[in-house]
C-alpha cells in the first residue's frame, strides 16, 4: 500500500489565526531575533577587531556568523509586520511572504551547511590529516560557495515545486512533511555524524595523552635515583610538553561536542512537533509552537555563545 503526503500549497497547522494570539507570538519572536542579530553581529565584530580571530577556521566561522545575522534579521522583519498589525499571511502581503519564505528556507539551512563544513575542517587539523587541511585551505571558495550554492539551491526547488505561506512568526513551507523531509532529516543526519566525528576524535586524543603519560611515568622511574633530574617540561626527554599538548587538544576536542549537543537541543522539539502533527493532523497547542519558533530563532545567540566561549572570542573582548 502506498502511502505518500501532500507537497501542494495549504494552511499551515503551525499558523495561529487569532490577532490576539498572531502579536503575542509574534512578539516573542520578535524579541529573540534581535538576541540572534546581537549574537551574530558581535560574531562577525568579533573577527574584524581581534587579529588572532582572523585565521582559517575563524572564516569560516565568519560565514555562519553571517548567516545567523541575515537569517534572525528575516526573521526580525516578518514578527515586526505582525506586530504591528501588517499580517504576513493577508493576500496583499502575498509578495513579501513569498520572499519571506524563500529567505528564510535559505539561511535556516545554510546555517546547517556552515556548522558541518567547520566540522569537517577542525577534525581534519586536530587528526592531523595535513593533505585534507591543506587542500581547504588552498580552495577556501570551495567551503564558501559549497553552503550558499547547496541552500539556493533548495530554497528554489522549494519555491517552484510548493511554494511558501504563513506559518505564523514568519512564511516557510506550511507543509510538516515537506519541512520534515527537506530540513530536519538532512539536519540530524549532519548532527549524527559530528557527534560521530568528534566522539571519534575524543577518543584518538584521550588514548594518545594515556600513551604519553605512561612514557613520562616510565621515563621518571628510570631517571630516578640517578641523580638527573624528573622531567618537568624543562627536563631531558622532552615527553611532558607533548603531554601537555595533548591535555589542550582533548580539552578542546571535548568542548567541540557542545556543538552537536547544543543543536541535537536546539532542534529536539521543533522536530519533536513537526512528527506529531503530521502523523496526527493536529495542531500543537500555540504555547508549545512559540516556544518551538523561538527555538529555531535562537540559533544566533547559541552559536555567539559557544563559540565566544571556546574560540577565544569573549577573552579577547575582555582583555
Same mark, same amino acid.
Given at each position: 500500500?502506498?502511502?505518500?503526503?501532500?507537497?501542494?500549497?495549504?494552511? #499551515?497547522?503551525?499558523?495561529?489565526?487569532?490577532?490576539?494570539?498572531?502579536?503575542?507570538?509574534?512578539?516573542?519572536?520578535?524579541?529573540?531575533?534581535?538576541?540572534?542579530?546581537?549574537?551574530?553581529?558581535?560574531?562577525?565584530?568579533?573577527?574584524?577587531?581581534?587579529?588572532?580571530?582572523?585565521?582559517?577556521?575563524h572564516q569560516l566561522i565568519l560565514g555562519l556568523a553571517i548567516s545567523d545575522c541575515v537569517m534572525a534579521i528575516n526573521f526580525l522583519l516578518s514578527s515586526s509586520m505582525n506586530v504591528g498589525g501588517l499580517w504576513i499571511g493577508a493576500p496583499e502581503q502575498g509578495s513579501f511572504c513569498t520572499f519571506n519564505g524563500y529567505m528564510t528556507q535559505v539561511f535556516v539551512i545554510q546555517t546547517d551547511y556552515w556548522v558541518f563544513v567547520i566540522a569537517v575542517y577542525t577534525y581534519?587539523?586536530?587528526?592531523?590529516?595535513?593533505?585534507?587541511?591543506?587542500?581547504?585551505?588552498?580552495?577556501?571558495? =570551495?567551503?564558501?560557495?559549497?553552503?550558499?550554492?547547496?541552500?539556493?539551491?533548495?530554497?528554489? =526547488?522549494?519555491?517552484?515545486?510548493?511554494?511558501?505561506? *504563513?506559518?505564523?512568526?514568519?512564511?516557510?513551507?506550511?507543509?510538516?512533511?515537506?519541512?520534515? @523531509?527537506?530540513?530536519?532529516?538532512?539536519?540530524?543526519?549532519?548532527?549524527?555524524?559530528?557527534? @560521530?566525528?568528534?566522539?571519534?576524535?575524543?577518543?584518538?586524543?584521550?588514548?594518545?595523552?594515556?600513551?604519553?603519560?605512561?612514557?613520562?611515568?616510565?621515563?621518571?622511574?628510570?631517571?630516578?635515583?640517578?641523580?638527573?633530574?624528573?622531567?618537568?617540561?624543562?627536563?631531558?626527554?622532552?615527553?611532558?610538553?607533548?603531554?601537555?599538548?595533548?591535555?589542550?587538544?582533548?580539552?578542546?576536542?571535548?568542548?567541540?561536542?557542545?556543538?552537536?549537543?547544543?543543536?541535537?537541543?536546539?532542534?529536539?522539539?521543533?522536530?519533536?512537533?513537526?512528527?506529531?502533527?503530521?502523523?496526527?493532523?493536529?495542531? #500543537?497547542?500555540?504555547?508549545?509552537?512559540?516556544? *518551538?519558533?523561538?527555538?529555531?530563532?535562537?540559533?544566533? @545567540?547559541?552559536?555567539?555563545?559557544?563559540?565566544?566561549?571556546?574560540?577565544?572570542?569573549?577573552?579577547?573582548?575582555?582583555?
Amino acid at each position: 500500500m502506498y502511502v505518500g503526503f501532500d507537497i501542494a500549497p495549504r494552511t #499551515a497547522l503551525a499558523a495561529p489565526t487569532e490577532p490576539f494570539i498572531i502579536r503575542a507570538q509574534s512578539a516573542v519572536i520578535l524579541v529573540v531575533s534581535l538576541l540572534s542579530v546581537v549574537g551574530g553581529g558581535w560574531m562577525v565584530a568579533s573577527f574584524f577587531v581581534f587579529s588572532n580571530l582572523r585565521s582559517f577556521r575563524h572564516q569560516l566561522i565568519l560565514g555562519l556568523a553571517i548567516s545567523d545575522c541575515v537569517m534572525a534579521i528575516n526573521f526580525l522583519l516578518s514578527s515586526s509586520m505582525n506586530v504591528g498589525g501588517l499580517w504576513i499571511g493577508a493576500p496583499e502581503q502575498g509578495s513579501f511572504c513569498t520572499f519571506n519564505g524563500y529567505m528564510t528556507q535559505v539561511f535556516v539551512i545554510q546555517t546547517d551547511y556552515w556548522v558541518f563544513v567547520i566540522a569537517v575542517y577542525t577534525y581534519f587539523v586536530l587528526t592531523d590529516q595535513k593533505r585534507c587541511s591543506n587542500w581547504i585551505q588552498a580552495h577556501p571558495l =570551495v567551503p564558501w560557495v559549497l553552503p550558499w550554492v547547496l541552500s539556493i539551491a533548495w530554497a528554489s =526547488v522549494g519555491l517552484g515545486v510548493t511554494g511558501y505561506g *504563513d506559518i505564523g512568526a514568519w512564511c516557510w513551507f506550511t507543509s510538516d512533511e515537506v519541512r520534515l @523531509l527537506v530540513n530536519f532529516v538532512p539536519r540530524w543526519t549532519i548532527i549524527s555524524i559530528m557527534f @560521530l566525528m568528534y566522539a571519534r576524535l575524543y577518543f584518538l586524543l584521550f588514548r594518545a595523552h594515556r600513551r604519553l603519560v605512561s612514557l613520562d611515568d616510565s621515563s621518571s622511574r628510570n631517571l630516578s635515583g640517578s641523580g638527573s633530574r624528573q622531567l618537568d617540561g624543562s627536563g631531558s626527554g622532552g615527553r611532558a610538553v607533548p603531554a601537555r599538548h595533548t591535555r589542550k587538544l582533548k580539552r578542546l576536542a571535548r568542548l567541540m561536542l557542545l556543538y552537536p549537543l547544543a543543536y541535537a537541543v536546539i532542534w529536539s522539539l521543533p522536530t519533536g512537533i513537526r512528527i506529531y502533527q503530521s502523523a496526527s493532523g493536529q495542531s #500543537a497547542p500555540w504555547q508549545l509552537q512559540t516556544v *518551538d519558533k523561538a527555538c529555531i530563532v535562537l540559533q544566533g @545567540l547559541v552559536d555567539a555563545i559557544i563559540y565566544g566561549a571556546t574560540e577565544s572570542s569573549l577573552s579577547s573582548w575582555r582583555s
